[in-house]
């Protein structure tokens, strides 16, 4: 997968694992740190040029900022640092139902001087069906993270629908692949899903949401 990636021209990638409280899927970070060193270990023996950053998709939770102070789960980049502005959490929500304490959690996030970043809001069924919530959301402080496979209907006609009126009206912080394994079918649809979005919303707009993505990563992709 990380040299699928690298032929794709990614130089780097988050490695949002997701978190998940009381469940399988909740390792801590340093548990995280150890298994992704060591598989940068064996890229960079491979020869394959990726740098691998420490991150999670946060499954909301109102325990979510507790986990970050205690080191279970990741910022974007690191662990929560007290050293570090404006560093950015993703997180996630159910598909089916809208939670109700999702603008405390926002408000909790913002308070601790983070940026919460929600992974693939077009996929969300409160948002297909009220598409309008986005704009509440975004005022809040909050950006988005569209996956590129939405635009190519890998989550079904209405997620596409959402993800197009998300770039449309300039709503997209940052794309990414949402990529869980090597056999993944976006790799199959990566440039067609580039060449959908570049058509939709022109080639410089494009690279702005690119750049942003760059920029996120940029300090950590030379420690």
Do not use: W
Not at 85 to 97: D, I, M, N, R, T
Request: with cysteine; aromatic share 10%.
């Amino acid at each position: 997968m990380a040299k699928r990636l690298s032929e794709l021209g990614f130089k780097g990638a988050f490695c949002t694992s997701h978190y998940i409280a009381d469940s399988p899927q909740a390792a801590d970070n340093q548990t995280k740190n150890h298994l992704r060193e060591k598989l940068q270990a064996e890229l960079d023996k491979a020869g394959i040029k990726l740098k691998l950053l420490p991150g999670n998709e946060i499954y909301i939770d109102p325990k979510m900022v507790d986990y970050l102070t205690k080191g279970k789960a990741s910022c974007l980049g690191g662990e929560l640092s007290s050293k570090k502005k404006h560093q950015h959490v993703l997180f996630e929500l159910p598909f089916y139902a809208e939670v109700s304490y999702l603008r405390d959690i926002i408000f909790e996030l913002k308070a601790k001087g983070l940026v919460p970043i929600l992974a693939h809001p077009e996929r969300y069924l409160f948002v297909q069906k009220k598409k309008e919530v986005i704009f509440e959301l975004k005022k809040l402080g909050v950006k988005l993270q569209s996956n590129y496979g939405s635009i190519v209907g890998q989550y079904g006609g209405k997620a596409k629908k959402i993800m197009k009126f998300l770039l449309k009206n300039r709503l997209v912080s940052y794309l990414g692949t949402d990529i869980h394994r090597a056999e993944g079918s976006l790799f199959l649809k990566f440039e067609k899903a580039e060449k959908k979005i570049i058509k939709l919303i022109g080639e410089p707009e494009y690279r702005k949401i690119i750049e942003r993505g760059d920029e996120l990563a940029k300090p950590f992709l030379n420690n």
